[in-house]
């Protein structure tokens, strides 16, 4: 397994810039095509009676200006890879799934930037619900991603069993894959039991796996797992998303929300 076509979404804004450059690294990686779109629109609906024809020219105008900047952010990036390039008037993460359908992963940002409006953006929870993709989310900064070591964040669910195929490209190459899950006093002997089974499975297939389980408390799962990557020097996260219903995840917490509000390294996130 491997990626041959690698999808970003390019923006305006100058500090998208970052996620570019990762796509871009990751592209050459994989000898892979990068393929950039270009997504930006402005909704009218129930407003559309009250806006004048000038200023929906100044809109369009403005849209317009978004994407020539984008692609020229993009063609930057991607001048050294195999690349091609999209632009639409659409909103971002519709454009985007739709687009997925020849793309093997997507790289997304994780919160949103500074300075850049909502029908601009490409939400990363949106894409990894609508595309069928895996998504591998940049941390603000950006930079490239080695994967080395790799933490995977097991939770016995379909979820969770489609990231870690989905992830099979990085585990494969990596030095070190912990398969991590953090659990209740009385779920450790099958946690244990799990994460040994899902290490086994990968070193089957070539991949350098360990399981690990640890005891802690629901609301702690994010900074534990935080905390493995940290000690093994991993820059690389791999999680199943919304194990529970999206809009239970976030109004009481849950992992895929504490991975996407603040990144601190890559998430290759699938559902």
């Known amino acids: 397994m491997t990626f041959k076509t690698i999808l970003v979404h390019a923006e305006a804004n100058p500090a998208a810039a970052a996620r570019l450059e990762t796509a871009a690294v990751l592209a050459r990686r994989f000898d892979a095509t990068l393929m ?26 403005r849209v317009q200006g978004d994407l020539k900047l984008a692609s020229e952010h993009f ?5 050294s890879t195999r690349h091609t390039w999209l632009a639409l008037r659409e909103p ?15 790289v997304a940002g994780g919160a ?12 990363a929870a949106e894409l990894v619900l609508l595309s069928g993709r895996p998504v591998l989310v940049a941390p603000p ?32 190459l990596a030095e070190e894959v912990v398969v991590m899950e953090v659990c209740d006093p009385d779920e450790f002997a099958e946690a ?8 086994e499975h990968l070193k089957r297939h070539g991949v350098k796996a360990r399981p690990l389980a640890k005891i802690s408390v629901p609301d702690r799962t994010c900074a534990e797992l935080n905390l493995e990557a940290t000690a ?31 990144p601190q390294r890559f998430v290759l996130l699938s559902h």
């Open 92 to 106: 971002p993460a519709q454009a985007m799934a739709r687009l997925s359908r020849s793309a093997d992963i997507i």
């Open 232 to 262: 093994i020097g991993a820059d690389l996260i791999v999680s199943g998303a919304y194990g529970h219903n999206r809009v239970r995840e976030w109004v009481l917490g849950g992992v895929t929300r504490e991975l996407l509000r603040d």
């Open 112 to 123: 949103p930037l500074r300075d850049t409006a909502a029908h601009g953006v490409a939400d």
């Open 141 to 172: 900064s950006g930079g490239c991603l080695r994967a080395a070591q790799i933490v995977v964040a097991w939770k016995d669910t379909r979820e969770a069993r489609r990231a870690v195929a989905d992830a099979k490209p990085f585990l494969k």
């Open 75 to 79: 063609a930057r990036h991607a001048a």
């Open 192 to 199: 244990q039991y799990r994460t040994f089974d899902v290490a």
């Open 36 to 61: 950039g779109l270009g997504a930006e629109t402005i909704e009218w609906a129930g407003i559309g009676d009250l806006i004048s024809g000038e200023l929906a020219t100044t809109v369009a105008d």
